[in-house]
């Protein structure tokens, strides 16, 4: 158990991560090699020069971002036209895929599959509303509801005392609102 707790304390808080800079990095860091006086000096007129360089470059850099964006500016390139290119070129990537192209057919497939069962699933549903209408209990329902409709509906309309004929709810709802009445003149 104190074996454990040793190398425990041994082990740094954190590991540095690859390119990460020596003054973020937590725990102590290593003392530098033993260097003369001149080849401390050497690395210090090489580190100026790097830096340097590094800056130019950046400047470098920036005025060609510059120059870039003056020629698409001239040339009517704007970044939503870049962008358009960017998604069209995009797209047709995507389309070409194999893994699109395997998964457009397993679509369709799977869609000539689906109907061809939706529609096997209506002719049978279509078959059996017709075994029921052609079934012996549905014929007698069926007839024994023309009887009692044959029985319900008068066959002619019964009349008044005074003999006028009552105005059935048929003939009230055919008849127009506006329809002008023998009665009233029209004008």
């Known amino acids: 158990m104190e074996g454990e707790e040793k190398d425990f304390q041994e082990q740094p808080d954190s590991v540095a991560e690859v390119g990460e800079d020596a003054v973020t990095s937590v725990g102590a860091a290593p003392l530098p090699p033993v260097m003369t006086e001149e080849e401390r000096q050497e690395l ?23 120059q870039l964006a003056d020629i698409k500016r001239k040339l009517g390139i704007t970044p939503l036209n870049e962008l358009k290119q ?13 893994a699109y192209r395997r998964t457009s057919e397993t679509l369709s497939q799977a ?14 549903i279509s078959k059996k509303f017709e075994d029921v209408r052609n079934a012996p209990t549905f014929k ?5 509801v023309e009887t009692l409709k044959t029985k319900i509906t008068p066959t002619t309309p019964p009349s008044n005392q ?12 055919s008849q127009p609102e506006d329809a002008p009445t023998q009665d009233a003149p029209m004008q």
């Open 44 to 66: 210090q007129e090489e580190l100026a020069k790097v830096e340097d360089e590094i800056q130019t470059l950046s400047q470098v850099l920036a005025a060609k971002e510059k």
């Open 86 to 98: 960017n998604i069209t070129k995009t797209w047709q990537e995507v389309t070409t895929s194999t």
């Open 111 to 124: 869609s000539l599959k689906a109907t061809a069962a939706f529609s096997n699933m209506g002719s049978a």
């Open 140 to 144: 007698s329902l069926e007839e024994k």
């Open 162 to 173: 005074d003999g006028n004929v009552p105005e059935t709810t048929e003939s009230l709802i």
